[in-house]
């Protein structure tokens, strides 16, 4: 179950947030991509038919970087954006980046305006390269409303496994038809890999259930996990709203404070890709009241994967780092 607090408070104007990429672009970028759409000007996606050896693919997210890893195998180069750590939410593109992203075949992104700072680059992109967002064959109806934005939707899809095995068939379409020879070779690792994902869903509803069901309370720094507690029975309340755009104010603190005290919450959990401040106060003015809540030893896994050798380098992986962490922190 995804619980929320009232609307989170926002630093300016709601609009100015909503678009702000719309400034990075006017910034200096836009007239970079420009030269490179000039200078590779000729066949559309449409008209570039079957690519000969190596699929050259652009990814944004670790998530989507490893799903296409798991789909393309050895019949695809992929090139990732965002390594471990990184904040989807407010990343900027590169010129390196706009490089990478119009000289590819194909470019793998979540939409959903996850990658906020980076939406009209798609749309400019699309003109030359096959853009694909991973998200479109979720059900609308699966989706959950933003909070702090009307007319979009929540992106974290990625927290519930069910859906995000619904990403597999749109890389599986967009490979095949870039590389009809290996098509027959993508569907069977993009089944593999739904099987794959199949028994993670069920893993984690296991190893939630072994939480005592009073304390399956997930307190974080932004509000990334409604989809983990719709799909798997945890009240979920976030310091920060579903972007990190903003910045929390001292209402949402002590909201989610009294949250914490009041429900006696075991542990509370700091995410990699977002500064750890906003739950350290939590900690401290939960204290301050006298309850002793702790925050979890270990970071969770929200907006990007692990570096290499933290055994969450992998969308599995990730999963799995953050349910041994849950499970640890609340029973």
């Not at 989809?227 to 603190?253: H, K, L, N, Q, R």
């Amino acid at each position: 179950m995804s619980f929320r607090l009232k609307s989170k408070s926002k630093t300016g104007s709601e609009g100015s947030r909503r678009f702000g990429w719309r400034r990075w672009l006017a910034a200096g970028l836009v007239g970079a991509l420009a030269v490179f759409l000039v200078a590779g000007c000729g066949e559309g996606p449409g008209e570039a038919g079957a690519v000969e050896g190596t699929v050259e693919a652009t990814t944004t997210t670790t998530m989507i970087t490893d799903l296409v890893e798991q789909v393309g195998g050895e019949h695809v180069e992929v090139t990732g954006l965002m390594g471990p750590g990184v904040d989807p939410h407010t990343y900027r593109a590169s010129q390196s980046d706009v490089a990478a992203l119009t000289e590819a075949d194909v470019v793998f992104y979540n939409g959903l305006f996850l990658e906020g700072q980076m939406q009209d680059l798609f749309v400019d992109v699309a003109e030359q390269t096959s853009t694909v967002r991973v998200t479109e064959a979720v059900p609308e109806e699966r989706l959950l409303e933003s909070e702090d934005y009307e007319g979009q939707f929540d992106p974290h899809v990625w927290f519930d496994v069910s859906m995000w095995q619904m990403t597999i068939d749109p890389v599986v379409e967009q490979l095949s038809e870039l590389k009809p020879d290996a098509a027959e070779d993508f569907e069977r690792r993009g089944e593999e890999y739904r099987q794959e994902l199949e028994e993670l869903d069920a893993e984690v509803r296991e190893r939630i259930s072994s939480i005592p069901e009073e304390d399956r309370m997930l307190v974080t720094a932004h509000d990334a996990f409604r989809y983990f507690g719709e799909a798997y029975g945890m009240e979920v309340v976030g310091v920060e709203g579903i972007s990190t755009e903003g910045e929390a104010g001292a209402g949402d603190i002590r909201e989610v404070v009294d949250f914490v005290v009041e429900k006696e919450v075991p542990a509370i959990f700091v995410e990699g890709s977002v500064p750890p401040q906003n739950i350290e106060a939590v900690q401290a003015a939960a204290r301050d009241r006298g309850w002793d809540v702790q925050v979890a030893d270990e970071e969770l896994y929200s907006d990007a994967g692990g570096p290499e050798g933290s055994g969450a380098e992998t969308y599995t992986g990730m999963v799995r780092a953050n349910v041994e962490t849950i499970v640890e922190a609340l029973s």
